[in-house]
Nanobody
Framework: QVQLVESGGGSVQAGGSLRLSCAAS?????MGWFRQAPGKEREGVAG????????????YYADSVKGRFTISQDNTENTVYLQMDSLKPEDTAMYYC?????????????????WGQGTQVTVSS
């Protein structure tokens, strides 16, 4: 059973930064972040997919976070980070790490097999 362990959420004022981490218990080809605010649908925030040669061939950001959020992985490729800068109140949500073993595109991905428990991000104005 694959486990995803998230950390790094919290409360910050608008304009501040937070860094989320997610460690997977196995080797994943896709890793990404989704978020869900109260009363809203879950949306994809950022994602990475590795393909042949284990190279990253897909890197995705939602339009709402482009230029402010950065997704990256550590050398083991089993941990994914989401650096969130210039945070806005509308970024407030529960953030979920997601991962999969397949190499499907990371763009607007809706089907994922493994999910973390979620970590709360609250941005105050």
């Amino acid at each position: 059973q694959v486990q995803l362990v998230e950390s790094g959420g919290g409360s910050v004022q608008a304009g501040g930064s937070l860094r989320l981490s997610c460690a997977a218990s196995g080797n994943m080809k896709y890793m990404g972040w989704f978020r869900q605010a109260p009363g809203k649908e879950r949306e994809g925030v950022a994602g990475i997919t590795r393909g042949g040669g284990n190279r990253i061939y897909c890197r995705y950001y939602a339009d709402s976070v482009k230029g402010r959020f950065t997704i990256s992985q550590d050398n083991t490729e089993n941990t994914v980070y989401l650096q969130m800068d210039s945070l806005k109140p509308e970024d407030t949500a529960m953030y979920y790490c997601a991962a999969d073993r397949d190499e499907a595109s990371c763009v607007a991905r809706s089907s994922v097999n493994y999910w973390g428990q979620g970590t709360q991000v609250t941005v105050s104005s």
